[in-house]
């Protein structure tokens, strides 16, 4: 995995979530990127049972990414993280009466797959009890994986498409000492998205509807 | 850079439940050479292989009920390797002529931070010991013989006590739920092994006090 940045785009002024989609599918196809494939990132809530009263009980996320799809990512805000393999969610269920799993909260980012040479481009729609949130757009820079050798390509790409909603250097990169590399396990692209996601869910829909 | 599938199967509700059969013995140490030899005749042809692993219990005490119980292990010999996480679920009862202890069994692999992360989800470390021996193959069947020690300061895996004088011989299959052949097989396994080791179906649940 290479240096992957996830942000989130507006939606364009009068236009609907799908609108605003297509559009950038068509900016990226116009740059000459191939379409391929789709992808579907998800997230799951579990609050953990059993706390002392007056504690704010800790939530833990689980995360897929078709990417990776036989390994699931849990991990605590803030906290430790763990990847394991697919049978960790057959393992929460066995723990449903230590975690409980909050079904409303499940988000789910799906979208289409564009490669276009070294960058793979994906953009999604958000969705969270299937109303659509936002979109997303994550840019992967293949061959490289120290974040600040290629962030100002990454950014003058994502300008191409993006126009003026390019975002800064991700804070998971930011904290980082120059020059460290991202290893290849993806907890900071799945960081990225599970920012990303809790953003999100914090937003108010102003009753516009999913097209 | 092809695409993986989407995969829009839910995981939960359609899972394969998988279940351990075993069946359990022990030989003392002079008797190791002699079961090993039978072994490496009665199973498949494959190099010899010994393992050396860490196993560390961990308990997570609920409101009701028994604690939760998962088992996390990590080879010492490969220690690049993922670790392994299993959960095993209570002995199901009721046939009292099926041969071998059934349990549901789910086992994950997990990368290195696992024991931070159990911490975090609020798991305390019971027990921990060190593990090293010989594994066989036949078909399905898996045949660990291993040797249990303790270990005399936590974390500290390089010094060791042997906990007997014996090694503990293990015969075990995993298989989705339903297959009522799979004891049938092990007993007859198990035969072949007598007069040896005698392999039995031990209730975990008697041995607590």
């Known amino acids: 995995m290479g240096v992957t940045c996830v942000c989130q785009v507006p939606v364009a002024e009068g236009k609907s979530v799908q609108q605003t989609v297509d559009i950038l599918h068509k900016k990226l196809e116009q740059l000459g990127a191939v379409k391929q494939g789709s992808f579907c990132v998800d997230c799951e809530t579990y609050h953990a049972t059993g706390n002392v009263s007056g504690q704010p009980s800790k939530l833990l996320y689980v995360m897929h990414n078709s990417e990776t799809p036989l390994s699931c990512l849990a991990l605590f805000e803030g906290g430790p993280c763990l990847i394991a393999d697919a049978n960790f969610d057959v393992l929460m269920v066995k723990l449903k009466s230590h975690f409980q799993n909050a079904k409303g909260h499940k988000v789910e980012c799906r979208g289409s797959r564009y490669r276009y040479c070294d960058f793979l481009i994906k953009v999604g729609t958000v969705t969270m009890s299937s109303s659509a949130r936002g979109i997303s757009v994550e840019v992967e820079y293949c061959p490289c994986v120290v974040p600040g050798d290629c962030w100002n390509l990454m950014k003058e790409f994502m300008q191409s498409f993006l126009g003026p909603s390019v975002p800064e250097l991700p804070s998971v990169f930011a904290a980082k000492p120059e020059g460290l590399f991202a290893p290849a396990d993806s907890v900071d692209t799945m960081t990225q998205y599970l920012e990303l996601f809790n953003k999100l869910r914090k937003l108010q829909l102003p009753g516009s509807n999913v097209r | ?209």
């Open chain 2, 1 to 209: 850079m092809e695409a993986p599938p989407v995969t829009v199967m839910p995981v939960t509700g359609g899972t394969i439940n998988m279940m351990e059969y075993l069946l359990q013995g022990s030989v003392l140490d002079q008797a190791l050479e002699s079961l090993l030899h039978r072994l490496r005749g009665l199973c498949d042809n494959m190099e010899p292989e010994t393992f050396t692993d860490h196993e560390l219990v961990y308990l997570l005490k609920g409101q009701q009920g028994n604690p939760f119980i998962l088992r996390a292990r990590r080879s010492l010999s490969h220690p690049k390797a993922p670790w392994h996480l299993r959960y095993l679920g209570q002995p199901e009862v009721g046939d009292k002529s099926r041969h071998a202890l059934v349990r549901n069994c789910v086992d994950v692999a997990a990368s290195h931070s696992l024991p931070d992360f159990l911490n975090e989800m609020g798991f305390r470390m019971d027990h921990e010991f060190v593990a090293n021996g010989h594994i066989f193959r036949k078909g399905a069947m898996k045949i660990v013989v291993s040797k249990l020690s303790r270990i005399l300061v936590p974390g500290n895996t390089e010094n060791t006590e042997r906990l007997s004088l014996s090694y503990l011989v293990e015969l075990s299959v995993l298989a989705p739920a339903g297959q009522d052949t799979v004891s049938e097989d092990m007993r007859s396994f198990a035969e072949q092994l007598k007069p040896l080791v005698h392999l039995e179906k031990i209730d975990p649940s008697k041995q607590r006090h």
